[in-house]
T-cell receptor
Framework: DVKVTQSSRYLVKRTGEKVFLECVQD?????MFWYRQDPGLGLRLIYF???????EKGDIPEGYSVSREKKERFSLILESASTNQTSMYLC??????????????FGPGTRLTVL | AQSVSQHNHHVILSEAASLELGCNYS??????LFWYVQYPGQHLQLLLK??????LVKGIKGFEAEFIKSKFSFNLRKPSVQWSDTAEYFC????????????FGTGTQLKVEL
C-alpha cells in the first residue's frame, strides 16, 4: 500500500511565524503535490514537484514556498504565517510524469490554525 | 483555465435512495476524470477514474460514473445508498499531457440518514 505521511495532524502557530509542513511518501513516486482544502472551495493546488529539486507553482502559491531535496520528501513552507492561511493542508503523490492523470495518493492532512 | 463544477453542495438522502452527483468541466481537449471520496476523519481516496474506452466506469462500493463528452459531464451514481456512504465527494479533471495536475471541484457533502 502506498503510504503518504504528514508530520503533524494538528498545528497551532502565531501570526508571523515560519511554519514547516513535512510530507513523506514511501512508493518512490516522482510527483508530489501540496493542496489546501477549505469548506466550499474544494482542494486548491499550492505547489507541485516532478522531481528532486524541481518545483512548479500551482493555482495559489502566494505566501508559500516548497522544498524537495529528496525524492520521498516534499516540504511546504509558510515564510510568515497569516490568519488567512488557517486551513487543512493535504499532501499527495503519484507516479509517472509522462502519463497524465495517474491516481494521486493523499496523506491524512495537517489542520493548521494561525492565531 | 479549466474549471470543474459540482452543482450540488449538500445532499441529504435516506438509506436505499438513489444518488446522482453532477460534475461538469470546462476544458474542450482530452481529459482524464476522477471521483474522490473523503469519509469523516479519513484520507481522500479514489472512488473511480476514466481514462478512455467505455464511458461507463465502475468503482468501489457500488459507485459508477458516466462520461458524456458532448455534455462535458462525469456524473457519479449509486442505485441505493447506505448510511456508510456519508462523506464528501470530489470530482477532478486532468488534462491529457498536462503532467498529472488535477483540478478539483468544490465538493459535495452527502449525508445519508437511516
Amino acid at each position: 500500500d502506498v503510504k503518504v505521511t504528514q508530520s503533524s495532524r494538528y498545528l497551532v502557530k502565531r501570526t508571523g511565524e515560519k511554519v514547516f509542513l513535512e510530507c513523506v511518501q514511501d512508493m518512490d513516486h516522482e510527483n508530489m503535490f501540496w493542496y489546501r482544502q477549505d469548506p466550499g472551495l474544494g482542494l486548491r493546488l499550492i505547489y507541485f514537484s516532478y522531481d528532486v529539486k524541481m518545483k512548479e507553482k500551482g493555482d495559489i502559491p502566494e505566501g508559500y514556498s516548497v522544498s524537495r531535496e529528496k525524492k520521498e520528501r516534499f516540504s511546504l513552507i509558510l515564510e510568515s504565517a497569516s490568519t488567512n492561511q488557517t486551513s487543512m493542508y493535504l499532501c499527495a503523490s503519484s507516479r509517472d510524469r509522462g502519463l497524465s492523470g495517474n491516481e494521486q495518493f493523499f496523506g491524512p492532512g495537517t489542520r493548521l490554525t494561525v492565531l | 483555465a479549466q474549471s470543474v463544477s459540482q452543482h450540488n453542495h449538500h445532499v441529504i438522502l435516506s438509506e436505499a435512495a438513489s444518488l446522482e452527483l453532477g460534475c461538469n468541466y470546462s476544458y474542450g481537449g482530452t481529459v482524464n476524470l476522477f471521483w474522490y471520496v473523503q469519509y469523516p476523519g479519513q484520507h481522500l481516496q479514489l472512488l473511480l477514474k476514466y481514462f478512455s474506452g467505455d464511458p461507463l466506469v465502475k468503482g468501489i462500493k457500488g459507485f459508477e460514473a458516466e462520461f458524456i463528452k458532448s455534455k462535458f459531464s462525469f456524473n457519479l451514481r449509486k442505485p441505493s445508498v447506505q448510511w456508510s456512504d456519508t462523506a464528501e465527494y470530489f470530482c477532478a479533471v486532468a488534462l491529457t499531457g498536462g503532467g498529472n495536475k488535477l483540478t478539483f471541484g468544490t465538493g459535495t457533502q452527502l449525508k445519508v440518514e437511516l
